[in-house]
């Protein structure tokens, strides 16, 4: 479990004991309640992480609502949105393994995360990883409720495939950014695992050194 849930957890429950003894057991119930909701809402599962070469895994749990071309930096790519909602788990993973080149946080909006303008608009963390040649750019995005982005590595650090980096509290989306020649294995309306689901195979040319035309990075475990 996420440290989170515990501290959200201690504190309803605090809160429920003096409401109860304030004004009677009955009016405790209700934040007994949230705070096993919290202690729910911030699990974090162990996850088997593929290790065929080339693998990108889901940086979240939730569902793929889009796969559209899109350019970065003058270079095309294929974007990957999955929306998360407050019943997936949210702790987020790096979807390749190597190192993290750059981490760029972006104040922003809190529109609903599944407006395509959140993309670009909302508040988002946006993180290269860079390793065996490969390069993915992934963004950790707030949503409508979301309204805090936990990312718990720096650039220079060594991360692993499906390795824990951090969560977006409550409802949100991650954006994932690959090269054009990547092999998706997904498609629209999939749900799909942080860490676990296999989303694309990165197809790397011999001449290639960064597909998506930014800095590369891998990222690590919360």
Sequence with gaps: MV?????????????????????????????ILLAFFFLWFFRDPEREVPDSPGA??????????????????????????????????????????GVIRDVRYQKGKFLNAMNESSAELNEQNVVTVEGEGETVIFKQIAGLLARRIVFTKK????????ERIGLIKFGSRTDVLLAPSASLQIKV????????????ILIQKPEQTSPVGAPGVRQGAM
């Design 3 to 31: 440290p989170d849930g515990c501290y959200y957890a201690i504190s309803l429950l605090g809160a429920s004991a003096l409401l109860a003894w304030l004004a009677g057991p009955f009016w405790g119930v209700p934040l």
């Design 155 to 162: 650039v220079g650090d060594h991360v692993q495939r499906g």
């Design 189 to 200: 309306g999939d749900r799909v695992k942080g860490g676990s689901s296999l989303i694309a």
């Design 56 to 97: 990108v895994v889901s940086p979240a749990d939730g569902k793929v609502t889009d796969i559209s071309p899109v350019t970065v930096g003058g270079a095309p790519c294929v974007r990957i949105s999955i929306f998360l909602n407050v019943f997936d788990v949210h702790v987020n993973r790096s979807p390749i393994g």
